[in-house]
Nanobody
Framework: QVQLVESGGGLVQAGGSLRLSCASS????????MGWFRQAPGKEREFVAT????????YYADSVKGRFSISRDNAKNTVYLQMNSLKPEDTAVYYC??????????????????WGQGTQVTVSS
């Protein structure tokens, strides 16, 4: 079992920035491809960003490309999502995700082996 705990969410004005963190209880987080997903009220959970096991490969949803940046520190068993130029449409609960099988990235909910509990991000206009 892998426990993932997100932090860093909150309320921010449009144009502002937030940095989300996802800490793992497992000391071998490096064996998992990691990702961030989000879910707005009344909508399905959607892919935001993913990073490969060694951090060399990243991939983003078109809606956040150029504004968000995913990274990981395997020594600290932590994954980050830096969110800049936030928009009201970025408002959602953000979830950290871990996938054991894929090598390069996790971009679909059905691929995910473990989820965090989520952290709320609210962007006011």
């Amino acid at each position: 079992q892998v426990q993932l705990v997100e932090s860093g969410g909150g309320l921010v004005q449009a144009g502002g920035s937030l940095r989300l963190s996802c800490a793992s209880s497992r000391r071998t987080l490096s064996i998992y491809t990691m990702g961030w997903f989000r879910q707005a009220p009344g909508k399905e959970r959607e892919f935001v960003a993913t990073v490969s096991r060694n951090g060399a490969i990243t991939y983003y949803a078109d809606s956040v490309k150029g504004r968000f940046s995913i990274s990981r520190d395997n020594a600290k068993n932590t994954v980050y999502l830096q969110m800049n130029s936030l928009k009201p449409e970025d408002t959602a609960v953000y979830y950290c995700a871990a996938d054991r099988a894929s090598a390069a990235g996790v971009s679909a909910p059905h691929q995910v082996d473990y989820w965090g509990q989520g952290t709320q991000v609210t962007v006011s206009s």
